[in-house]
């Protein structure tokens, strides 16, 4: 089992930062790859950012946040950050931290319990 405990959601402005942290604890040592998921009222889940440690420490982004989000890595308190910049009102939605284990041919998905984070406009 993971455990995954975040951090830093919040009320700000628009055009105003935030930071997300997420430690991981429990069985990690096989975690291939961390990230961050939103998910708005009435909407689906979506990607927002996400580490691959199997392939390099690849990063993928959502197209919407790129150039304004920032995820990162910290190995030694095996914690992952989502530095976000420029927010917006469309940003709005409790952020879910995410880790995947290879099981089998699939990965399997651990959650943390979310966090909100709201843009005023």
């Known amino acids: 089992q993971v455990q995954l405990v975040e951090s830093g959601g919040g009320l700000v402005q628009a055009g105003g930062s935030l930071r997300l942290s997420c430690a991981a604890s429990g069985s990690i040592f096989s975690i291939s790859a961390m990230g961050w998921y939103r998910q708005a009222p009435g909407k689906q889940r979506e990607l927002v950012a996400q580490?691959?440690?199997?392939?390099?420490?690849?990063?993928n982004y959502a197209d919407s946040v790129k150039g304004r989000f920032t995820i990162s890595r910290d190995s030694a308190k095996n914690t992952v950050y989502l530095q976000m910049n420029s927010l917006k009102p469309e940003d709005t939605a409790v952020y879910y931290c995410n880790a995947q284990k290879p099981l089998g041919h699939y990965e399997y998905d651990y959650w943390g319990q979310g966090t909100q984070v709201t843009v005023s406009s």
């Open positions: 580490i691959n440690f199997t392939r390099g420490g690849s990063i």
